[in-house]
Nanobody, 129 residues
């Protein structure tokens, strides 16, 4: 099955963007999903995660209060609303999905890229004046 990210682009500091991750060939209603980001030559960094129920979320401190992750099971799509963007948010953003198990496992492992088997190809976000 496929994960396809979209919505990236070039914006100015303070602007907003909406990223989407459309999943085909798999129903995401039982999936725990996440966004990571990565710059060339750097480690992949956790951004935000949402559990299969859509009721639990977690964020890296640098985006907490600015980004919002949501999951639309009806449309089989993951979203990331990015507000008050900063130049340091410039990266390639990847969505990933898998089934981590119970709530305790999600709490412990949702921010670990090794927890996810299935990844999209990424979408570039550039924040620059």
């Amino acid at each position: 099955f496929l994960l396809v990210e979209s919505g990236g682009g070039l914006v100015q500091p303070g602007d907003s963007l909406d990223l989407s991750c459309a999943v085909s060939g798999r129903t995401i209603s039982r999936d725990d999903m996440t966004w990571f980001r990565q710059a060339p030559g750097k480690e992949r960094e956790f951004v935000a995660a949402i559990d299969r129920s859509g009721t639990r979320t977690k964020y890296v401190d640098s985006v907490n209060g600015r980004f919002i992750i949501t999951k639309d099971n009806a449309k089989n799509t993951l979203h990331l609303r990015m507000n008050t963007l900063k130049p340091e948010d410039t990266d390639i953003y990847f969505c990933a999905t898998d089934r981590l198990g119970n709530t305790e496992r999600w709490s412990r492992f949702a921010n670990d890229p090794g927890s996810y088997m299935y990844w999209g190809q990424g979408t570039q976000v550039t924040v620059s004046s």
